[in-house]
């Protein structure tokens, strides 16, 4: 089973940039799809993006496109949400995901990290 832990969340004024840094542990790493997704209370869990497992293969929300890049290195097994131009909409905590397959459902997700806090000033 594969653990994550997120780092590198923040406050950070609009139009600024942060990155997003995911750890994981266990043997399966290279097995999974890894998406970030983010939550704002009381609202659902959103997908923001996901890549797979060689790094090559990536999908992002529509409202990230352009403005958002996720990459993984297996050698360190650690996937990075680089986060530019960044909103006072984006702000949510933003959680590390290992998920089965591609694409943007959230459905297939198996393991969750404790996520990390991205505030966004305007």
């Known amino acids: 089973q594969v653990q994550l832990v997120e780092s590198g969340g923040g406050l950070v004024q609009a139009g600024g940039s942060l990155r997003l840094s995911c750890a994981a542990s266990?043997?399966?790493?290279?097995?999974?799809?890894i998406a970030w997704v983010r939550q704002t209370p009381g609202e659902e869990r959103e997908f923001v993006a996901a890549?797979?497992?060689?790094?090559?293969?990536?999908v992002y929300a529509d409202s990230v496109k352009g403005r958002f890049t996720i990459s993984r290195d297996n050698a360190k097994n650690t996937v990075y949400l680089q986060m530019n131009s960044l909103k006072p909409e984006d702000t949510a905590v933003y959680y590390c995901?290992?998920?089965?397959?591609?694409?943007?459902?959230?459905?297939?997700?198996?393991?969750w990290g404790q996520g990390t806090q991205v505030t966004v000033s305007s």
């Open positions: 890549v797979n497992w060689s790094g090559t293969g990536t």
């Open positions: 995901a290992a998920k089965l397959g591609p694409g943007i459902s959230i459905a297939t997700i198996r393991v």
């Open positions: 266990g043997r399966t790493f290279g097995s999974y799809y």
